[in-house]
Structure formats: C-alpha cells, structure tokens
C-alpha cells in the first residue's frame, strides 16, 4: 500500500485524485486530521508518535518546507527513520530541482536526498522545479504593474498538475524508479517580461533592496523574506533556466503550458 503524506496540501490533492483514478491502493497522512480514518491517518512530521506507517510497503514523502532549516530537516528526518523502523520498502521524496541550487530552501532538500540516499530504504527523488503558479503569484502586478524583481532571464517553471501525473508514473511501478534523482523543472522556458506581455500589463521590476524593505513590513515569518528574496535574485541571475529536464520520461502527455498557468494565476489575483 501506497501512503501519501502532507494530505491537505495543493500537490499531495492532486497525487492522491490522481492515484484514486489510476486505482493505486493508498492512504493519505496529514497533521490537519485528527481523526483515525481508515484512508486518513494523522501523520505529523513534528511528533514521531503519530508517524504510523504500518501496512505501507510506498511513502510518498511530500516535503514540509515552510519553515526554518532546522525544523524541516527534523522533520524529514523523524519521517525518514519512521519509514526505516517500520519497514517501508521504497521512499520518494518531492525535493528541489537543480536550478533550484541557489534558493535559500534548497539546502533542506538537499539534506535529506543525502539522508534518504543513506537510509536503508529504496528511494526515488523527484527534484521539482518552482510551480508556474508560484512564479504567477510572486509577480502579482503592483498598481497595475509587475514589480517583482525576477529581472530578465529566462525561467523554466513547470505545472504543478505536471509534477503530480509524473509521482503517480512512480508510484504506479517505483521500484523501476529505484535509487534513482528526477530533473522535473519545466520544458518550455520564458522571462517576467514574457508574462507580462501574455497578461497585457507592463513590468518594470523594483531593485532587489526595494523589494526587501517592501517584505519587510509586511506580515511574514522571520524565514519568509530571505526565501522570497533568493527566488528573485536566483531567477534575475540566470540560474532557474533549465536546459534539459527529465519531465518527458514521466509525462504520458506533452506538459502544460506554464506561461499560460502563470497569467492565469495573476489574472486571478491568487
Ligand atoms: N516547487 C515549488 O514551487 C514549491 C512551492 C512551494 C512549496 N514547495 C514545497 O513542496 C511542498 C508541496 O507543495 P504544495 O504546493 O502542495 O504546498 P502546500 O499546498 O502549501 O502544502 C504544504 C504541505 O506541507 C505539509 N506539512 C506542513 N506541516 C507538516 C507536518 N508537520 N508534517 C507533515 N506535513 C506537513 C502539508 O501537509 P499537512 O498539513 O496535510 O500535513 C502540505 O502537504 C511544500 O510543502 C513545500 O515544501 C514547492
């Protein structure tokens, strides 16, 4: 039996719609859950207590990333050494694709595809690139502008639907996925300036300092700002470009159009 962990959230949703219609066996875990439903256990990667993973052979571990270095890593870790003790065959892991290296998040990830490659466990690592949504949310026009300081490279985001069809191409066979990194950044590549093009609206990005002092007023968790920040900075300095991605081997159909998912995200204000 498959578990997939991290229920309640936007990629762990589409993992388990999709495993429901491709009649996998699985089971949700979530820390939102107090109940002990028979498909939705409690699973909180905080308190080892509730990590039950009994009769799952699969753990598809979606990473619980928003929060400081210490606590996710703690967290991967008590879900990692759960998995080891109580026999669970192969892991994956949504980790952070490799253009993703210079993002302040990425040391996390990386940590535990380190801990994941030194367990026990058969694994399969799927290194996500940045959701289109996201990038469409974070250049959420200003006054009728996008200020955001995604400068002008190009970036290579990928559909966050896309991601989930790939685990479910996994998690239908894993161990012919076994030890085994995923690039899943996007295939088609654009730049901010592409985007605002698409939605109709100018982009004029603010400097990098302008944006910090910006977060700074506004209601965020002290690890919030430093994460935005290394979003704009990495994609104005080239790096969230992707040349070759391994998207296509998991896909059955060709990816989305994330240029077109990324307006749509602006356009509808989210
Ligand atoms: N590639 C990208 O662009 C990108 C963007 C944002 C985030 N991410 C990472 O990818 C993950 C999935 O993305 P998403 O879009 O589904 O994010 P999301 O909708 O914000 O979901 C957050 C996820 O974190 C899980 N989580 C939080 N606290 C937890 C805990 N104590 N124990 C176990 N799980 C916990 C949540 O599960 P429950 O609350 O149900 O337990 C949920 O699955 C995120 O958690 C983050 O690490 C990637």
Redesign the pocket.
């Known amino acids: 039996m498959i578990m997939i ?8 949703s589409l993992v388990a719609q999709k495993a429901a219609v491709a009649g996998l066996p699985f089971v949700t875990g ?3 859950v107090s109940d002990g439903a028979p498909d939705r256990r409690r ?4 308190d080892p207590a509730t990590l039950d993973f009994s009769g799952v052979s699969t753990l598809f571990l ?5 929060a400081e270095d210490d606590v996710v890593m703690a ?1 991967h870790e008590n879900a990692i050494a759960a998995a080891e003790a109580q026999g669970v065959k192969h892991l994956i892991y ?1 980790s ?1 694709s490799a253009t993703g290296d210079h993002l302040a998040f990425a040391l996390a990830h990386r940590w535990t595809e380190r801990r994941l490659k030194q367990s026990g466990l058969s694994w399969t690592v799927l290194r ?4 289109a949504e ?1 990038i469409g949310t974070l250049a959420a026009p200003v006054d009728g502008v996008i200020r955001a300081p995604f400068g002008s490279a190009l970036i290579s985001p990928v559909a ?1 639907e896309d991601l989930a069809e790939a685990a479910i191409t996994v998690l239908t066979a894993p161990e012919q996925h076994a030890d085994t990194v995923y690039e899943l950044a996007g295939k088609g590549s654009w730049s901010i300036a592409d985007l605002a093009g698409r939605v109709g609206i100018p982009y004029a990005p603010a400097a990098l300092e302008t944006t910090r002092q910006s977060l700074s007023s506004m209601p965020l968790l002290p690890f919030q700002p430093p994460m935005l920040m290394s979003i704009y900075a990495a994609a104005a300095a080239g790096f969230l470009e992707s040349r070759s991605t391994d998207l296509g081997k998991l896909l059955q159909t060709a990816p989305r159009d994330t240029l077109a998912l990324a307006a749509a995200a602006i356009r509808s204000g989210t």
Do not use: C, K
């Open positions: 962990t991290g229920g309640s959230g936007q990629l762990s979530s820390s939102t699973i909180d990667f905080d979606v990473s619980a990333g928003y967290r949504t952070l996500n690139g940045l959701y996201l966050r």
